[in-house]
């Protein structure tokens, strides 16, 4: 049973650009959740989605930043217009229900932008 | 807010020491405590989760505590190895309603053969 899977592990992007990060549950998750952790800082909680619904994107900025995942397919995080301080590791985990008591994590994307 | 904070930011033993990390949080009212390791430039792994009705679960060479009241928890490493080496974070769900995890900053432990 695969872990996690997140792609690209690391991303460069130049300013003004877009990113796009997957995140594929572990197999019968259906509950995902996007964090970020930004040098020398602690993981924030981004955004909390269940397939086709965000249930919680109360910690995503307002611009920028969006989130969806699929009735098929992976999660997917977007950021239009990278600027430099979006530069982050972009961790996604996931849980077979909405307890979360047992969640697990992908090994993170990390996005670079020059 | 739920605040969560972390003592030491970093720690550096010898092998076979036990040592104990500290989180603390600002509210209480939490719902359930988390400890995860992160390797570096890897994902987290959970340790040890302890609900709000409980007082410490153990594995293996850990030992976690929970005093709600006090906001605090600590996370005891036994006999501690090389391998031990990484950053432990410590995490707080506040709220049965709610899914968030509200992360410490981590204690970096490096364990000196």
């Known amino acids: 049973n695969a872990g996690v899977m997140q792609n690209p592990r690391h991303l460069v992007r130049r300013r003004g650009q877009e990113a796009r990060l997957r995140c594929s549950p572990m197999k019968g998750h259906s509950h995902v959740y996007w964090y970020r952790q930004l040098p020398e800082e602690g993981l924030k909680f981004m955004v909390y989605?269940?397939?086709?619904?965000?249930?919680?994107e109360s910690g995503m900025p307002k611009e920028r930043f969006s989130a969806e995942f699929p009735k098929e397919g992976p999660s997917i995080l977007r950021i239009q217009q990278v600027v430099r301080g979006d530069s982050a590791a972009y961790f996604c985990?996931?849980?077979?229900?909405?307890?979360?008591?047992?969640?697990?994590f992908g090994e993170g994307s990390w996005l670079t932008v020059v | 807010k739920q605040e969560v904070t972390q003592i030491p930011a970093a720690l550096s033993v010898p092998e076979g020491e036990n040592l104990v990390l500290n989180c603390s949080f600002t509210d209480s009212a939490i719902y359930n405590l988390q400890w995860f390791r992160q390797d570096p430039g890897k994902g987290l792994t959970s340790l040890l989760l302890?609900?709000?009705?409980?007082r410490e679960q153990t594995s293996g060479r850990l030992n976690a505590s929970l005093d709600k009241s006090s906001g605090r928890s600590t996370l005891y490493i036994a006999a501690s190895q090389p391998g031990d080496s990484a950053t432990y974070l410590c995490a707080v769900r506040t709220g049965a309603g709610s899914y968030q995890l509200t992360f410490g900053k981590g204690t970096k432990l490096s364990v000196i053969p």
């Open positions: 302890i609900q709000s009705s409980q």
């Open positions: 989605l269940q397939k086709e619904n965000i249930i919680d």
């Open positions: 985990a996931s849980s077979e229900d909405r307890s979360g008591n047992t969640i697990y």
